[in-house]
């Protein structure tokens, strides 16, 4: 079946830095990727639509200039936290849905940890 | 806009029991689809199940089953003869028109050896 992937699955940096992580769809491609932010114990909160070849759609409260999303190719869109805080640790998810249509089937990555210290 | 509600947070069960996860959505598309996925202890989400409005038809799969009721927009997810490997965070989510899939808050099912 379709599989995406996330690299890194971990990553610890320090407060300022910038994390990128990257979602690659491995056998379809995706003009439509999704990134999903996930805190302890609570539900998945859509962060970004990303579309390849165009600018991001970012959600209400989630500010593009902190969470900067690339998706150069059709099977590659990377999320990159920029100057990075203790508040942004949480666990991020990217999707991708094959095909086109609504009735693709999502699927998700691995997920990436990201814990600020 | 969809919203989806799971009021169970968390379920406990001991082995062998069936289990019934409760998931009402709210939805003004006419083309609606639902999903299941679950979450194990490390993190990453396993698709369950993808129904779309059109289709009102229960499913079955192994030990899982799923019953799908427009009337009272529910879509209930039920495991029969729970196994400790079930447990997991599982999410009801919808999409609509667009293509983002709204989840629910997720209920934590732990099955008691």
Redesign the interface.
Known sequence: GAVVSQHPSWVICKSGTSVKIECRSLDFQAT?M?W?RQFPK?????MA?SNEGSKATYEQGVEKDKFLINHASLTLSTLTVTSAHPEDSS?Y?C?A?AGTA??G???????S?LTVL | AQKVTQAQTEISVVEKEDVTLDCVYETRDTTYYLFWYKQPPSGELVFLIRRNSFDEQNEISGRYSWNFQKSTSSFNFTITASQVVDSAVYFCASSGGYQKVTFGIGTKLQVIP
Do not use: A, K
């Open positions: 439509t999704f999903y609570q539900s998945l909160m859509l639509t666990f998810i999707s849905r609504n009735t089937e999502l699927f998700f990555g691995e997920g940890r």
